[in-house]
């Protein structure tokens, strides 16, 4: 099992900066590769924001380009998106999430942004 712990969300003006950090714990030599989500509303799925894999490949969300950047540093176990120009609609809460070997994945509780205009 992998946990995540995610933390970093807080109350930002549009324009503003964030750093979200996500910690992993348990088994994180079966991760694969780790990523950022939101959920856009109650009750739907999560949406991609940005995910890294161990072989270093990244992919980002349409809207997280060029504004999010995600990284991370295994010495820490920790995975980082740091969120620049931030806007009103980035508003949600992002969850952590692990990947692991044959289709297992792992989800932080999450943290929330929220972003005035």
């Known amino acids: 099992q992998v946990q995540l712990v995610e933390s970093g969300g807080d109350f930002v003006q549009a324009g503003g900066s964030l750093k979200l950090s996500c910690e992993a714990s348990?088994?994180?030599?079966?991760?694969?590769?780790m990523g950022w989500y939101h959920r856009p509303a109650p009750g739907k799925q999560h949406e991609l924001v940005a995910?890294?894999?161990?072989?270093?490949?990244?992919e980002y969300s349409d809207s997280a380009k060029g504004r999010f950047t995600i990284s991370r540093d295994n010495g820490k176990n920790t995975l980082y998106l740091q969120m620049t120009d931030l806007k009103p609609e980035d508003t949600s809460v992002y969850y952590c999430?692990?990947?692991?070997?044959?289709?297992?994945?792992?989800w932080g509780k999450g943290t929330l942004v929220t972003v005035s205009s």
């Open positions: 995910r890294i894999t161990t072989t270093g490949s990244i």
């Open positions: 348990g088994s994180i030599h079966s991760i694969r590769g």
């Open positions: 999430n692990a990947e692991l070997e044959f289709g297992l994945e792992y």
